[in-house]
């Protein structure tokens, strides 16, 4: 099983490693960061270098593609390359997921028309123009297509794709292993639980958050 | 505010960028992946290369040290360079932190004698020789010693220390932004939690799971 993590400038390092981090201890599972070129890309605060062992066009069929959000996602979702390669690896994979605003690339090549998908809470209404209901959950499962929320989301995800793809077992011993027991100090993980006013604040400043002028 | 994350070949990559996805986003920081070579490091799957910056000789005097866990931690807590420089820099540090087995680094260097600390699950012993006082909790400050247990909870730890960095309004601010609302599937997350017959299965492959052959 290959499992494919879809890299770009301009990428938020945690939308991907926190997956790949749960899902590389997948039984048997090949790994593999791409991106339209091998070589070096670099994070949305500039300061993280990941290399992209392999270009898109290395890799044809995975059976898992994983695309990680950033601000860096307003480019890559106008970059028909980067979309026409996802179209493609989706026509023969097993999952095809996203994190944040990944999910905008996966809307952008017409693979979440008529779905149910979830994206950064300040980004989802960014999902309906191209056909796709948002919805204000933490993962989204419909069919072979799942999307996950803002950033941290992603590793609630991969244990639930873990448990769906090696069991139960599989995803215990997985967040056993990386003590996945979460206990943050606060509890303003979501636009429900934090002070409305920082909620309310965000909002008038979801652009420069969310790089629309990237 | 400078923060150092110190890379080694091995090191487990959300052990570094949990933490670094959170305290990047704290105002006015500055931060930087180190190695004793700048250049690529390899994480402990073999399938993720960061880019370490500079070389540790040239960050002498961070603000913040942090040490990710994994098993190249077996190796780099006899690299008497590295010892060395994390002995240097925490005579001038504000905080000097680790996750997982990044804390047996700290403890080599001499640095948590007599000290609470924490650490994976299946290593808190290991801390025992060099004279700390292993604890279970998930996050542990021992004054500017902060311990976090295995891979993910660094995360938590950031978050703590945003918290006394900057205030509960920063930290809940990056909460909200990372969306960090944690919603496992699954609650077993730690050995308390997990089936027993798992944790003792793991507990007799420690060795290998933290790379005792390493």
Same mark, same amino acid.
Request: glycine fraction near 10%; include cysteine.
């Given at each position: ?25 997948? /039984? ?5 960061? =791409?991106?339209?070129?091998? #070589? ?9 270098? =990941? ?10 069929? /995975? ?18 390359? =980067? ?21 905008? @690339? ?7 028309? #008529? *779905? ?12 309906? $123009?191209?056909?796709?209901? /948002?919805?204000?959950? *933490? ?21 639930? @794709? @873990? ?10 011993? =997985?967040? @056993?292993?990386?003590?996945?027991? $979460? ?23 979801? #652009? ?7």
């Amino acid at each position: 099983m290959q499992i494919a993590f879809v890299l770009y400038d301009g990428f938020t390092s945690l939308d991907a490693i926190g997956p790949y981090e749960m899902l590389s201890r997948l /039984p048997g599972a090949e790994t593999v960061f =791409v991106a339209e070129e091998a #070589g070096p890309v670099q994070n949305d605060q500039g300061t993280l270098v =990941v290399a992209a062992e392999r270009a898109l066009h290395e890799v044809t069929a /995975p059976d898992i593609v994983l695309v990680p959000g950033g601000p860096g996602s307003r480019r890559a979702m106008l970059d028909e390359t =980067v979309l026409a390669w996802l179209r493609t690896a989706d026509a023969t994979s097993t999952w095809t997921t996203s994190v944040c605003t990944g999910s905008h @690339l996966l809307a952008a090549a017409g693979l979440l028309e #008529g *779905r149910r998908a979830t994206s950064h809470w300040l980004a989802l209404d960014d999902l309906v $123009p191209f056909g796709a209901e /948002p919805t204000g959950e *933490r993962v989204v499962f419909d069919g072979k297509y799942v999307t996950a929320a803002g950033v941290s989301s992603g590793i609630d995800m991969a244990l639930h @794709l @873990l448990g769906r793809i090696a069991g139960d077992e599989v995803a215990r011993t =997985v967040q @056993l292993l990386t003590e996945y027991d $979460p206990q943050p100090p606060y509890d303003a993980g979501s636009p429900q639980k934090a002070p409305q006013r920082l909620v309310a604040q965000w909002r008038t400043r979801a #652009g420069l958050v969310l790089g629309a002028d990237a």
